[in-house]
Every structure is written in C-alpha cells, then in structure tokens.
C-alpha cells in the first residue's frame, strides 16, 4: 500500500476527531495513532520501518481512514 502523504498530514492535522472516534473503546491512545502518522510522514510513507506494533496500529486505524478520508 503506498500512503498519500497529503491525505495523511490532513487526517492528523484537520481530522484528528476522526481518530479520536476510532480509536475510543479499543484500549488505544488517540496520540499513539497520531505518533504513527507522524513518523510514517517523517520517513515519506515507508511502512517498511515500522515496528511491528506500529504496522498493527496503523493497519487497524490508519488505513482505513485512508482508504475512506472523513469529510
């Protein structure tokens, strides 16, 4: 999966709430997700640098924000 770089900055900047929804209940932190995002922005999308809990973290909430962006 290549990551939209733009998509993500806004997610993070404008739609931190979307987060905060989806993370509420599971036990997450919405700054942990948030955490995740910046890095992967940091390392221009390279989600091969990721741990391996930080791939579970970005599978179970980033992606699909990705794939479906709030508006």
């Not at 990551?3 to 989806?22: C, F, N, P, Q, Y």
């Not at 741990?51 to 973290?57: F, G, K, L, S």
């Not at 599978?59 to 508006?71: G, I, M, S, V, Y």
């Amino acid at each position: 999966m290549d990551v939209d770089l733009d998509l993500l900055r806004t997610l993070i900047t404008t739609h931190s709430t979307a987060i905060e929804k989806s993370v509420a209940g599971t036990g997450y932190l919405a700054r942990t997700v948030i955490g995740v995002a910046t890095y992967l922005l940091d390392n221009e999308g390279n989600l091969d640098l990721l741990t391996a809990r930080q791939r579970v973290t970005f599978d179970k909430f980033l992606a699909p924000l990705l794939q479906e962006p709030p508006r």
